[in-house]
């Protein structure tokens, strides 16, 4: 079910942005050609610095760049990033506050092919618990691409967790794209979907299922995880009553996390949370069908949507 | 090359000996920090900041200026005698440090004390940063020196070679580190903690220019960093020998130095040895 994907349209927009922002320089950990940062390298070989399979290196020399006055964006693969090169990140980027634009590829579990050690499902978990730290997950290649100036322009330390794959395209090209604000996707008045990342077109098609079933469905894309838009959530959780959240990340301390920590304090309602159950991936032969069978299937958000009303009725 | 005079030798002998002073009793006001490594690094520091380093204290965050990343963090009592007397800021600020008000930290924040380059405390850092920093300034067209102090101890990190690796590949002279050289570790002798000797060997196998010297001879030291700064095509490291806890006698070569503050008796002895009233 997938469009474009979103390293490709990541790549072609650092590409572009790069064009127009001479401070613009680009880093990776010997990803180059997985993560797409090769299209910008071939182009401006003196503003690419491919530092080998050292994440923290690469994130460090990135901290002395933008020390140095310039924006580095910083590629790897997010679970190496997330895990191997977080010392690095929380000491360097987010307590120091260096101006440096992490781009976390082949996020959840996009890499099918290569299994748990690739696959990365505890990052938003890791990255939102950081100070000073902005966390992006975009929901598909055009959203990732449009993302891409706007992170730039930003002062500060950003995350931009991206997938290796294409999901199902959500985002019209004209739409305004804002960091910190979710989008409505789909208006409705009996449950809440708030999703992110390859979770967002799904939820949209959960939520025609469910129309067929006479519910009706507002499905919210939320890019940015921190901060979190608590405002369009409340209010339509307000207006809901119940709401499920869909990630492609563990359901320790993700969006759902996220989604809950707001509305245990500010709006209670009945929730569920559609992601990865506490367990490690496995390898399969593509990514829709892993993504089905780790719990994240457009079937799973209807029952879940099913059971949390239940609950409210 | 150039030379120091003797006048000018005295006088970083005598800041040395200021910024010793200064540690201790920072260290000893706040019942924290780390003496041994300050100590140590003592004559480095002077030079560097005294003699060596392009900066104005008055415009902490010019561009142009040459940068110091205090790898070790943990001797940030030194590095703050040293900004202080600089004049980056007031003296008297010293004596909070570590105070809830008081913009000086355990380790060193860039976004809270001026003149301090980059934050640090977690070990192993300052040679990848380093190194970024002075490809910041190819990609700019400045000619800055950046300049990074690291333990001996700190040289067990992998983070330090892989730093080691980039540097050399994009062959940064503008980028000298200097190795505190002092032997001793929080734990015990480093040789026994983790041996990481040959170092001289494992610097010149990572592409380095190595220089050996000791790092309390103030004329020395002045020779290495100008043999680094006239080093063409790589960056230099200069393993600086040195003694922990130098200069007072119940602290040299000590361990126990590495993070224990002095009582009383204990400062007012070292005062003594430093031939300073207390």
Redesign the interface.
Known sequence: MAGRSMREAYGQALLAYGEKNQRV?VLDADTSSSTLSKYFTEKYPQ?F?N??I?E??MV???????????I?FANAFSALLALRAI??IR??IC???TNIKIVANYAGVSDYKDGPTHHSITDIAIFRALPEMTLIVPADADQAAAFVPLIGEMDGPVTMRISRAGTIPVHRGDEPLQIGKGIERRKGIDITIIACGSMVGRSLRAAELLEKKGIDVCVIDMPTIKPLDADLICEAAARTGAVVTAEEHSIIGGLGGAVAEILGEQQPVYMRRVGIADTFTRTALDPDSLMDACGLSVDRIVQSAEDVLKKKE | MEKLTEAEIKKLKEISRELRCTSLRMIHKRQAGHPGGSMSAAEIVAILYFKIMNIDPHNPNW?ERD?FLLSKGHASALLYAALAKRGYFPESDLEHWGELGCHLQGHP???KTPGV???S??LG?GI??????????G??GMNYQVYTLLGDGECQAG?VW??A??AAK?HLSNLTAIVDHNGVQLDGFVQEIMPIEPLAEKWKAFGWHVIEMDGHDIDQLFHALMEAKQTQDKPTVILARTIKGKGISFMENKAYWHGVAPNDEQLAQAMQELGEEI
């Open positions: 320089v503003r610095y530092i080998g050292a923290p290196c460090d020399v990135a901290v002395g760049l933008a020390l140095g006055g310039l580095p010392e690095a000491s360097n307590y120091a506050r | 561009e940068r924040d860039r976004l380059d980059m934050n405390g977690i850092h990848a940063i380093g190194a970024g920093i002075a490809l910041a300034a990609q700019k983070l892989e730093g690796n980039t994009f």
